[in-house]
């Protein structure tokens, strides 16, 4: 298992509860406030981190609670979640830390993704998300390090005019 990608906002979920605590050796959570609104996955994720040392990174405006058990808390503006996410994808590509073979065997359309996310420097993201360019490294290669890396996200970035583009950009980053 390389990652984990979790939608709870439809109640779909690719990943079974047990998958996403016990086996995850880092979570990325964004636009879901998990231990309000999914309580058994949050508190999964406080055993994870406290108990198992799994690492934990927090992309939201507000200080939710599991921003207080985060590695990393990466305070966005509202809306900027795309520059976000393609800021990280950048990083993961332009090192050359993702998966070389995973990508090479299970992926399509990587060369667009790349020249994509080429122009989402870590800087220019700082401009639109407000989060500075050095944390947003830090988190990308936090992120690109731990195997299997789950990646939780709710109605906060579905919810949006651009939430399709939020959850395809989620999706992205997972199958670096």
Do not use: W
Request: one cysteine or more; charged letters at 20%; hydrophobic letters at 45%.
């Amino acid at each position: 298992m390389t990652g984990l990608v979790t939608s709870f906002g439809s109640g779909a979920m690719t990943n079974s509860i047990a998958d996403i605590t016990a086996q995850a050796q880092g979570f990325f959570v964004i636009g879901s406030n998990t231990t309000e609104q999914h309580p058994v996955i949050g508190m999964g994720i406080r055993q994870a981190v406290k108990q198992r040392g799994a690492r934990l990174i927090v992309a939201d405006p507000r200080r939710i609670p599991l921003a207080g058990l985060a590695d990393i808390h990466l305070r966005h503006r509202p809306g900027s979640d795309i520059a976000l996410l393609n800021a990280l994808a950048h990083v993961i590509i332009a090192e050359e830390l993702y998966d070389k073979p995973f990508v090479a065997e299970r992926t399509e359309g990587f060369d667009d993704l790349k020249a994509k996310v080429a122009g989402y420097t870590p800087e220019m993201a700082e401009e639109i998300t407000g989060v500075p360019a050095a944390q947003l490294r830090e988190a990308a290669r936090l992120m690109a390090g731990l195997k299997p890396m789950a990646l939780l996200y709710a109605m906060g970035i579905t919810q949006h005019t651009t939430g399709h583009q939020n959850v395809l950009a989620c999706a992205n980053l997972q199958m670096l």
